[in-house]
């Protein structure tokens, strides 16, 4: 006979009758070797033993008629303090006393008998009920140890059964619960109720759309949820399955906070490079709307540049919307008197005056004088020196994150550069009006005598019968020395701003500058319905230098053409060329390969550069052609 088995099994056997109760162990051994068998003869006896040695027991085997406790009474007792299997194993057999036994809790009800088949049915029964009991002992292992596990993760977690009763949460979840529901509610005072029962209404509208369809349809579900009578920001995980739903749940307000920053800070670089960008608006327009900038960004109501002069502060520059009486543009004092002396002399950024350790190293000066609760300044530094400084404030109390931090630097640095850009603007205007002066006056004083030496030229040629060939020389250079002194006047106009602009139809300004030239015998021809905005006279004086260009430097019955390409425009001839040597000297003031002053390629260039547009030399065409780039 096969007495073996795999499963192990403490057997506790109480019956009143000590032959039969020692005979059923012995019989089980031999039918399983793997049985440990324990043995009582009365129903308290039986209880008592139990309940000191319940965590050895497996399986009780109870007689129904005993004196004292009956095994049904038995049965009762033991079930005030356990679930563990309880079968019946009585030679009295009736349906009533089946009935009572599993109302009572029996797990199964078997009836003696003297034979060997009776004793495997309940060997059978016994090892069903210890696997069934290693089994449930084991799930509820695992569940512990999810729940313990679910305990240390930060996460709120939830389980819900199908019908959304609750069936467990961690530590997290019911703190979470407390702050939804507005109370401290207990862990059993919550579980097995249903969530929508439980929630306020707002919550419900959120949640209940998404957590039917997990269930509904199967599937993992994540999404986030804004709870306002927190104003946090929940990551809401679901995840079904056959036995309901798992909700993990998340605090990530300070991601959502973040990420929200940084899109605050890419708009402010984004707005910081429209201002820079847009050309219309003037430098004080460009400098009040980075303060505005800045104040918005940092939540502020005061925003101000300085300078400083010696030992003083002055504001050149302020956006304030609550009117404080020392912030105002053209307000002076002292440096020492300012929270600009701690900018400089100790080298902060931040300054947070609600801060303890910040406020004892104040200048004590400052706040009794300005009143503010927060500060952030940075110095303003101009070609290497300090110039004066940017600042943010506020009368009420505030602190600053890194995150100000850097985008007060960058904007400080915008500030610097915008400062320095523009006195390096105002200089540029000052020597360009010196310039254009200076070449007015020359132009002025040299004309006039040339304009005196022509005209003896003349009346000389008219008092002579024959003309004389050496006068005609002196009449050519003094026309010459005419045109050198137009060209280096409208040099010294070339490379300033243009200041007006509109669109110009480019056959137009070509037929133009065509007519004022002296053409020989070169013909033109026009190939483009190109319009670009510029400067008409500027681009004018662009044609006829290259127009003088071909007809200076080719036969006189040289032929010029001017078309369009994808990118801009170009003035081509079918001349002698250009050596492809020369490369781009060929725009140097003075360059030339004849007789020629080397102006008029420069000036062309000048022009085109300050449209914003380039000029190169095609060398593949056969001829000189110049491309002008306008894209």
């Not at 039986?46 to 319940?54: H, I, M, V, W, Y």
């Not at 053409?519 to 681009?539: I, Q, R, S, Y």
Request: proline letters at 1%; hydrophobic letters at 35%.
């Amino acid at each position: 006979m096969d007495n073996s088995s795999s499963v192990e099994a403490n057997v506790l056997l109480i019956d009143d009758n000590k032959d039969f109760v020692h005979s059923t162990g012995e019989k089980l051994k031999s039918i399983n070797d793997a049985f440990s068998i324990f043995i009582e003869n009365s129903g308290k006896d039986g209880k008592e033993f139990f309940k000191d040695n319940s965590d050895k027991i497996d399986v009780i085997v109870c007689d129904y008629d005993m004196p004292g406790w009956t095994g049904i009474e038995t049965l009762k007792n033991i079930r005030e303090f356990s679930e563990v299997p309880f079968i019946l194993f009585t030679g009295k057999g009736s349906e009533e006393v089946a009935s009572e036994a599993i109302s009572a809790g029996a797990s199964d009800y078997l009836q003696k008998g003297d034979s060997l088949s009776n004793y495997k049915v309940l060997s059978n029964r016994i090892l069903q009920y210890v696997e069934k009991s290693s089994l449930l002992a084991e799930k509820e292992r695992t569940l512990q140890e999810r729940n313990r596990l679910l305990e240390r993760v930060d996460d709120a977690f939830f389980s819900y059964d199908e019908d959304f009763r609750l069936l467990h949460l961690n530590e997290s979840g019911l703190q979470l619960l407390w702050s939804v529901v507005g109370e401290k509610v207990s862990y059993d005072e919550v579980i097995g109720n249903v969530l929508w029962d439980v929630v306020p209404q707002i919550v419900i509208d959120e949640l209940q759309s998404p957590f039917e369809r997990a269930m509904n349809e199967n599937e993992d579900i994540e999404f986030d949820f804004y709870y306002p009578d927190e104003e946090v920001w929940l990551q809401v995980r679901l995840f079904p399955s056959e036995s309901g739903l798992s909700v993990f749940v998340r605090d990530i307000t300070e991601k959502k906070e973040r990420i929200a920053r940084r899109e605050k800070e890419n708009e402010v670089l984004f707005e910081l490079y429209q201002i820079a960008s847009t050309s219309s608006l003037s430098h004080t327009e460009r400098l009040s709307k980075a303060l505005q900038l800045g104040r918005d960004f940092l939540g502020v109501n005061i925003g101000y540049i300085s300078s400083f002069v010696g030992s003083s502060r002055k504001i050149i520059l302020s956006e304030d919307s609550v009117g404080h009486s020392e912030i105002y543009e053209g307000a002076s004092c002292e440096i020492e008197d300012t929270f600009c002396k701690n900018v400089i002399n100790d080298d902060r950024t931040i300054v947070n005056i609600s801060s303890a350790e910040d406020k004892d190293t104040l200048n004590s000066t400052a706040i009794d004088k300005f009143g503010f609760e927060s500060f952030v300044g940075k110095e303003i530094v101009v070609d290497g020196e300090v110039y004066g400084s940017l600042c943010f404030a506020d009368c009420t109390e505030d602190s600053f994150l890194d995150s100000d931090l850097a985008v007060v630097e960058v904007l400080t640095a915008w500030v610097s550069y915008e400062i320095e850009r523009n006195q390096k603007q105002e200089e540029l205007e000052v020597q360009n009006r010196r310039l254009e002066a200076f070449a007015e006056f020359v132009s002025h004083d040299l004309k006039n005598p040339l304009n005196v030496a022509s005209g003896y030229v003349e009346m000389e040629q008219q008092l002579r019968d024959d003309p004389s060939e050496n006068l005609a020389k002196v009449q050519k250079s003094h026309k010459r020395m005419e045109q050198m002194i137009d060209e280096l006047l409208e040099l010294s106009r070339s490379s300033e701003e243009l200041k007006e602009t509109a669109e110009i139809q480019i056959s137009e300004i070509v037929e133009e500058a065509w007519s004022l030239l002296d053409t020989e015998d070169a013909t033109l021809g026009v190939k483009t319905d190109m319009v670009v905005n510029g400067d008409g006279d500027k681009l004018l004086n662009v044609f006829e230098n290259l127009f003088l260009n071909s007809i200076e430097h080719n036969d006189s019955d040289v032929s010029i053409e001017v078309g369009e390409f994808e990118s801009g425009f170009y003035i081509a001839d079918n001349g002698s060329g250009i050596d492809s040597d020369v490369g781009t000297d060929i725009f140097n003031y003075g360059y030339t390969e004849d007789e020629g002053h080397g102006l008029g390629l420069a000036i062309a260039k000048e022009i085109v550069d300050v449209h914003g547009w380039s000029i190169e030399i095609d060398s593949d065409w056969n001829g000189a052609k110049f491309n002008i780039y306008t894209k």
